[in-house]
Structure formats: C-alpha cells, structure tokens
C-alpha cells in the first residue's frame, strides 16, 4: 500500500449545470471535458507527492521537458458509467492500474501506485459526477496519463514525473453506435515490432499509427488493420483496438498476446464472457491470407473490434491494396451483438456478475 493522499481543492467556479448541460447534449468523443483533474507529482529524491485533485488547468512545462524530445509519455483509458439508481461505477480500474505500472516500466518511468491509481479514479469521478451523461451509450472517459518533465536534454530515464488524470464526458465513438466500421489492410506500415513497445499503452505507438491511419481515411475506411512487422501475414489488432474473428461452427478466434500487441482489458473480457457463454476461444495466429480465404468459403461469419472507447464494433468491409471484401451483409453480427450486451450489463450493473469487475464509486 502506498499513503499518497489526494488533497481535495475544488474548483472555484465550476460550470452551471445549464453550461454543463449545452455541451453534453451532443458530447461526441473526447472533447468536453470536466471542471477537474488529478495531479501528481514524482521526482527521485522524494517519490510520488503532492497528490491533489483540482481545477483543470493549463500545465506549464519546460520547453527541456523530456517529454517534449524523447517521448516518455505512457497512459490508460477507462469509463465510469452512470447506473440505474443514479450512481456511477467503474469497471476493472485495477487491470488498468496493472497495466500503467507495467507501460510504466516497460518506458523506464516511474511506477505509479497501483492503490493510488484506484483511488484517484474514484475520487476524480465522485467530484465529477453531474458530468457523467444519462444516456444508453454515454459515459465519462478518464484519460491517466504520465510525462517525463525533468528538463534535461541529456538521453536517459528522467528523473521527474507528472501524473495526471483528465475527464471527458463521452458519446459512442463511432458515428453510428450500431453500424459496423471499414478496415484497411496496412500492407506497409506496421505498429509495432518485436522487441518494441507494443504491449506498453505509450502516445509514441499511436504517433507511429497514424501515417497509416490517414492513408485508411484517404481509402474511405475508419480504421487500421495492422500485421505483424517481421512477415507481414499476422493479423495483429487495429490501431488502438483488439480483433476477433468468428467462425460458422461459432468458435472465437483473438491472435494471442505478444510484446507488439496491446493486452486489452476489453479483449480479456471478451475472452472470459465468451467461455462462460460456451463458446470456444482460441488464442491463435491468424494470417491476412487465413482470412481473406475464410469468407470467401463462408467459413468466417463475423470479425470485431474491441476496446474500452469503442466497446464491440463489428467490421463489416475490408479494404486494402488488392483486397475490397464483406463479411456476412457487413451488419452486426448475433455473437458480436450477444457479447456486447453481456459486457454492456455488467458495465452498468444491469445484471450481477461475480468476477468483481463492477466497482461502485457512489
Ligand atoms: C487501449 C488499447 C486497446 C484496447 O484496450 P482496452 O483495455 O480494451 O481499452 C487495444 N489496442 C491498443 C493499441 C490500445 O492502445
């Protein structure tokens, strides 16, 4: 346990609730965002300290800041969710409290205490609250995150941290919740290599995303299907969320976790709520090749995404240099649609659940 304590300085002039209300009407994602903000902060003399929530503010930074030049920066993405008796609940804080330590690591940062992470969450949504939105696919997003802001230019793990946490009201992340999305096949450009940081939740893996991103949106699809660096024939995930692959026989296939695949939370879920349901989950490789041939004998029934910002999303078309090909009538698939309720219910304590995912924060 560590005793990092939060001290509370609540915002002096919060917004009205008729402000608040204007700009959640129509939140859309990752654009609004709360009256407050987790702060903390870390240097190798003292540790983690001066813990505080406040409010949301600018943050100065030093233009040596390591961040600025070497990109040690990691983060997290979790939801809090509004429940049916006006409440608010988190799900599995603590696998993403888990996987900052571990990012954390991997980036030759400092660890941030894992009870701390919890307990921050919950306090930054518990002084939030009326800006978590009331509606079936809304919720707040909380973006952990952490910089290197030693200022120092010299190439080496830095010795000053800033921990914080912002919070975003959100809508669904897709324009159309029930729709499916586009893909595109990056035949070129690859995510993440072996050896890489893949597996960590760095901004340096997006930033290496994002050339094959706009080359997605030119080709009209809205996200990225990337392989494996060293053949280029391994499915590995999009750009910021895991895949599964459905099969006739109703078997789940998701590819199995390496240093260059992200370990989502969503997909651990998925992965678990699948086996209860009875179905059967292989964690396997999968090859670009596997699957073009798949739905083209009619033996791959639906494929989805999966991530805490876009839940289940089925896939409906797959783009790429030779490829343009549909899975099913490109419509939400039964198992993607079952399992996305399962998680959902569980999300919002609709149904009770016993793997104590589902952590009440009021
Ligand atoms: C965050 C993320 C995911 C999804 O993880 P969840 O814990 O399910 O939200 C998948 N892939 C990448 C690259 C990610 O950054």
Redesign the pocket.
Known sequence: MSDLTFETHAHPARRTSAERAALMENPGFGKVFTDHMVVARYSAGRGWHDARIQAREAIPLDPAAAVLHYAQEIFE??KAYRTADGGAALFRPD??AR?FRLSAERMAMAPFPEDSFVAAMHKLVAIDRDWIPDTADGSLYLRPFMIANEAFLGVKPASEYLFITIASAVGSYFKDPTGTVTVWLSEHFT?AAPGGT?AA?CGG??AASLAAQAEATRQGCEQVVFLDAAERRYIE??????VFFVFEDGSLLTPPLSDSI?P????DSVITLAREAGLTVKEEPYTIDAWRADVRAGRLTEAFA????AVITPIGTVKGREDNFTIGDAVAGPVARRLRSLLVDIQRGTTQESHGWFQKVF
């Open positions: 993405g979790l696998a993403n996987r995510r893949g939740k893996n997006y995930e999009l750009g910021g969320m895991n992200l989502g939370i969503t997909r999966c991530g805490t910002a």
